[in-house]
């Protein structure tokens, strides 16, 4: 059964799509088999994976409103080991249908249900809101992430954030953890980036991810191509970055591989 991974914040401008799609490509390439699902309607991991959203038929959106399987909705990547479930506008109308459904807040879980057990990993890209479908997603996740740049108003928000993750935890999904805070957009020659990265660790100690992610040409220039930053350059430091994040993650959850090449990798 997979580990399912909400990256969340209401706060836009984070990296937090960045951050999924190249979590999501990294631990495909550690031989994880990973599904990449994006619930925003802006349908951002959508393009910067490859595909158009114009062109998508099916989508979450018709998974969670219209009961489509979403074995039809997935789509495979040019990463080996990495789908898509794609999104498109239409998401955006969906909080409007959901609201007289019963159960609304678990539909996105129902919609994971039918294919968890056939991934290693599920990451979902959620929107820049605390809306419904930022709820359904949190609800449906075992985990949590929240990006926070390394920038002025790094903590602006965040306890609004951890709030409503509370919330979710005592009202709707007792099992949701908070898997870490991760630090993006840092620049090593900023005093600024410095101060930010040292306050959330004074702040959140043991929640913040060991692995900061730092500004990197490569790592904007992906998603004008359609792939994460692994597939456009594999050795620029943005690419190292999520890589180390991934295997982070993957120790942190116990979930190495027994293969030797993947083994090798983590260590």
Known sequence: M??????????????????SINLAASLAVLDFKTLLVDADPQA????????????????????????????????????????????HIDLVGAEIEMINLSGREYKMKQVFDLVRDEYDFIIIDCSPSLGLITINALTAADSVIIPVQCEYFALEGLGKLLNTIKIVQSRLNPQLEIE?????????????????????????????????????????????????????????????????LAREIIQKNGLVKSDEKTATAIV
């Open 180 to 244: 870490g805070i991760l630090l993006t957009m840092y620049d090593v020659r900023l005093r600024l980036s410095n101060q930010v990265v040292d306050e959330v660790k004074t702040h959140f100690e043991d929640m913040v991810f060991d692995t900061i992610i730092q500004r990197n040409t490569r790592l904007s220039e992906a998603p004008s191509f359609g792939v994460s930053v692994i597939m456009h350059d594999a050795t620029c430091k943005g690419a190292i970055n999520y890589l180390n």
């Open 2 to 19: 997979s580990k399912i991974i909400a990256l969340a914040n209401q706060k836009g401008g984070v990296g937090k799509t960045t951050s």
């Open 44 to 87: 951002n991991s959508t393009s910067g994976i490859g595909f158009d959203p114009r062109n998508i038929k099916n989508s979450i959106y018709e998974c969670i409103i219209n009961q489509v399987d979403p074995h039809e909705a997935i789509q495979k990547t040019e990463t080996p080991n990495l789908d898509l479930l794609p999104a």
